[in-house]
């Protein structure tokens, strides 16, 4: 199996950012919607939505 090499979270620079991915409206999948760091006590993200960067939003679990 190849080992991925995720960018240090410059933010932390202890954890890695981890990529999400998601689907869209229609149902095709979004690869690297959102990077998430792998630190659970910095919490630093970066997502795109419908075009727009957004940085460091509360990041909470889907009820779905």
């Known amino acids: 199996m190849e080992q991925m090499n ?3 979270c410059l ?3 202890t954890g890695v950012l981890l990529p999400l991915s998601d689907y869209g409206r229609e149902g095709s999948s979004i690869h ?3 990077w ?3 630190n659970p006590d910095c919490g630093f993200n970066i997502r795109i939505d419908n075009g727009e960067v ?3 939003k509360k990041i909470a679990s889907s009820g779905k």
Do not use: Q, R
């Open 36 to 38: 998430v760091c792998s």
């Open 54 to 56: 957004s940085l460091g």
């Open 11 to 13: 933010k932390c620079s």
């Open 6 to 8: 995720w960018p240090e």
């Open 32 to 34: 690297y919607k959102a």
